[in-house]
């Protein structure tokens, strides 16, 4: 802004006819900046740091349910003599195994004094003595894991909460237990709904904290059935996105590790103390190299996912605790910016560069990572990670050194199957806009369609946090939390997913006061919407599904995740960063269904965007067609003769 008139210099008159002037203009500035973006502000000047993801160990990994109070105490004495706590890591989560399904007359959970001496408030308090948190696990439904799939015990009927979710998360919290697993076996099996499920649990939390004085953190682990990043946030701080990552008895395997990784990249979801949980780490368990070790955790941090490890503590090796401790990289994990990494490029198949944006101005994370059998060259550009090409400095968070200053980027030759982890400081921000309002902000511009962080300026002035929704186009809405800032504007931070053009919209209910959002771009995560010429709706995967072999239908074009394709120069179309548009079973004749599955480089995933409007799948030679000419949303998409129609015409917009 201009200095003010230096009215000390002018005659009365004069000064009025200025101050009537200045105040017009100021109104008029004003509305102006309502109506379009303006200058970024330092949003991040002061960042609010959100509550991180859980750090800790679990019983399951190593001991299925062959655990009783001595299995624990031994854990958690290693637990606490490796120097883990002083690395962030807290919670000591029993898992399956520790209750048979008896209770009493009252229907209070009972559990065999002879391997639970004291019950178990005295492994709790065990646990607490040592100035650690302690975790317990039920089921939602009325009949446990222990029951369906007995692992060193006999199958137990009657051990899940459902009927007693008041009552057991109750009995939890008296005993002194913080953190609640809460696992799906009983309730896939008897066809729950997930989120109905889950938000009474959610509640029955609340009302025990209430009662006590305790919080615990609840973890959702219904293994990503019914896609719970989308209505998890709000519920409880973590969800499980994929089945095991190891059975019990196996080996760790490296296949497992990338499958769970891969179907844990929920970024709109991901925000202001809400995680996707890939699982617990496997890392320091037989049959892993220290590489691995190292992938695992490089792979995770750049998630922000729990880090909640499984190993047997009693015989961890020195190598083991430090890759687990290694200060760097759980920083990057820890991030109180609590956003998720993403994929922002992949120039050639299995060569790809995950981003994460981090606390700070010009600050990022990244991992190279080389799903090939041969090593290879993996370039980091500054600009998919919304930075400028000036130049910004490279570290090696394993070396705990710094590699250099880079302008426009940085390769490093990575080993097959292997990765490397950075750290990207000093960077000069991408341009972005600020768009001030109070509740909802439309015409939000993006120059793409892809995903963009969202700084968002409030005030909470109360001692707690406050839980808002945010809607983006019309997409599902999600939870948002604002921790309490004082007197004084902080920010936090969340992923959207927005359409290119003007037409965005970002509305929250329940906030506390807003001052404005900042819209900065993250460039390498950019795609288009495939725009169907008769229906005008966009080629969709419903309701954010993204299993393989879920057909593709069409719907109201949102710009969301699931709306945003990429056309890569091997003529795949890629949704979710790394699911590919596939012609079913290989299929070649007309009604053939199109789906998506894991991106494997044949020929029935490769498709021809030809001038005329149609796309053809390489193998069959056939068009992508909306079925039956119909129009309505969720209007299947299969492979059909070429005809020219208007349902066999689309855009990529």
């Known amino acids: 802004m201009f200095p003010p008139p230096r009215s000390r210099l002018l005659p009365p008159g004069a000064r009025v006819a200025v101050a009537r002037a200045l105040a017009l203009l100021l109104t008029a500035t004003a509305a102006l900046l309502f109506a379009q973006p303006g200058s970024a502000r330092a949003a991040t000047s002061r960042q609010i740091a959100v509550p991180a993801a859980p750090m800790g160990w679990a019983?399951?990994?190593?001991?299925?349910a062959k655990i009783d109070y001595n299995v624990i105490k031994r854990q958690v004495d290693a637990f606490a003599a490796s120097g883990l706590p002083a690395a962030g890591y807290r919670y000591v989560n029993i898992d399956e195994g520790w209750w048979q399904g008896t209770r009493d007359t009252a229907g209070n959970i009972t559990v065999d004094e002879s391997e639970w001496p004291g019950g178990m408030k005295a492994i709790a308090d065990y646990i607490h003595g040592k100035g650690l948190k302690a975790g317990i696990?039920?089921?939602?439904?009325?009949?446990?894991?222990?029951y369906y799939y007995p692992t060193g015990r006999p199958a137990a009927p009657g051990s899940g909460s459902e009927g007693h979710y008041d009552q057991d998360m109750l009995q939890f919290s008296q005993w002194g237990f913080d953190f609640v697993k809460v696992d799906w076996c009983g309730g896939d099996a008897e066809g729950l709904d997930a989120a109905t499920t889950y938000r009474a649990l959610s509640a029955a939390i609340a009302k025990a904290t209430a009662a006590t004085g305790r919080p615990m953190t609840l973890s959702l682990c219904n293994w990503g059935r019914q896609n719970p990043w989308n209505w998890?946030?709000?519920?409880?701080?973590?969800?499980?996105t994929n089945d095991d990552i190891i059975l019990f008895g196996n080996k760790p395997s490296m296949t497992n590790l990338l499958t769970n990784y891969d179907r844990n990249v929920h970024p709109t979801a991901q925000h202001t103390g809400y995680y996707n949980d890939p699982d617990m780490l496997m890392v320091g368990?037989?049959?892993?190299?220290?590489?691995?070790n190292r992938t695992h955790m490089n792979l995770w941090a750049i998630s922000g996912a729990p880090l909640l490890a499984g190993n047997?503590?009693?015989t961890m090796t020195t190598q083991t605790a430090d890759i687990l401790k290694n200060p760097e990289v759980v920083a990057v994990d820890q991030d109180p910016r609590g956003l998720q990494g993403v994929e922002v490029a992949e120039d050639g198949s299995g060569l790809q560069v995950y981003g994460k944006v981090l606390a700070g101005s010009g600050r990022r994370a990244v991992v190279l990572l080389n799903r090939t059998s041969a090593a290879a060259n993996i370039t980091a550009r500054w600009a998919d990670l919304g930075l400028t090409n000036a130049s910004a400095t490279v570290r090696d968070p394993w070396a705990r050194a710094d590699v250099g200053s880079y302008a426009t980027g940085y390769t490093a030759n990575v080993p097959a199957g292997g990765s490397v982890l950075l750290?990207?400081?000093?960077?000069?921000?991408?341009?972005?806009s600020t768009y001030a309002g109070t509740s909802a902000f439309s015409g939000v511009v993006a120059g793409s369609t892809g995903l963009k962080v969202v700084d968002v300026a409030y005030t909470n002035a109360a001692a707690t946090a406050r839980t808002a929704t945010l809607k983006v186009n019309g997409q599902t809405a999600t939870t948002v939390s604002f921790p309490p800032t004082g007197a004084a504007q902080g920010t936090i931070s969340v992923q959207v997913a927005l359409?290119?053009?003007?037409a965005n919209t970002l509305a929250f209910t329940g906030a506390p006061t807003l001052a404005d959002i900042t819209v900065r771009p993250l460039p390498g995560t950019n795609g288009s919407l495939v725009v169907g010429k008769q229906s005008?709706?966009?080629?969709?995967?419903?309701?954010?599904?993204?299993?393989?072999g879920t057909q593709a239908e069409i719907w109201d074009c949102n710009g969301g995740s699931n709306q945003a394709w990429t056309y890569t120069s091997r003529k795949e179309l890629v949704v979710y960063g790394d699911k590919c548009l596939d012609a079913y079973d290989h299929g070649t004749a007309n009604g053939t269904k199109v789906v998506v599955w894991d991106c494997t480089g044949q020929s029935n995933q490769k498709w021809n965007v030809n001038g005329d409007g149609t796309i053809t799948n390489v193998n069959a030679g056939l068009c992508l067609d909306a079925n039956g000419a119909d129009t309505a949303n969720r209007t299947p998409i299969v492979l059909w003769s070429c005809g020219g129609a208007d349902n066999q015409k689309w855009s990529l917009d």
């Open 285 to 292: 368990m037989d049959g892993f190299t220290a590489a691995q």
């Open 423 to 432: 750290t990207v400081s000093g960077g000069t921000e991408a341009a972005s």
């Open 137 to 146: 696990y039920t089921d939602a439904g009325k009949d446990g894991c222990g």
């Open 536 to 548: 005008g709706r966009c080629l969709d995967m419903f309701d954010s599904t993204i299993a393989n």
């Open 499 to 502: 359409s290119r053009g003007a």
């Open 312 to 314: 047997d503590l009693t």
């Open 232 to 240: 998890a946030p709000g519920q409880g701080a973590m969800w499980r």
């Open 59 to 64: 019983s399951w990994n190593s001991f299925a």
